[in-house]
């Protein structure tokens, strides 16, 4: 084959693969959250969008508790830190959560991975 070939063949076949990522990365995303089922989903990532009632923080973590804006739910969140991580964290602000579901000390809450404050307060 010669170079010209070959060249239109790589850029074809990136075309196609860009494509199916795009489409791949529509028609994902995270399951919906109820804080009623958590039990059941332990394990699993999800987001969480809810408005923050309570916050204590310590040099290593944060312990959050996050009424979800769907359901109402109270959900309890732990926010590992690296030492860098400066978290302001208003009561009442409206933030989302993304993490996994873990049970410890017989109580299930989300691992947060991150964590966006969403502009306003309720």
């Known amino acids: 084959m010669n170079e010209q070939t070959m060249l239109k063949l790589s850029l074809g076949a990136s075309l196609i693969g860009l494509f199916g ?3 791949v990365s529509q028609n994902t995303s ?6 009623n089922q958590i039990s059941q989903m332990d394990g699993r990532t999800v987001m969480l969008t809810g408005e ?38 208003n009561i009442g602000s409206i933030v989302v959560i993304v993490g996994d579901i873990r049970k410890s000390q017989g109580k ?14 309720v």
């Open 21 to 23: 990522l795009f489409i």
């Open 108 to 121: 299930y809450s989300i691992i947060a991975e991150k964590v966006k404050i969403l502009d306003g307060q």
């Open 30 to 35: 995270l399951p919906d959250f109820d804080g």
């Open 52 to 89: 923050l009632l309570k916050s204590t923080e310590s040099e290593k973590m944060a312990k959050l508790t996050v009424r979800e804006q769907k359901y109402g739910h109270e959900v309890p969140v732990l926010v590992f830190k690296d030492g860098k991580t400066n978290l302001s964290l």
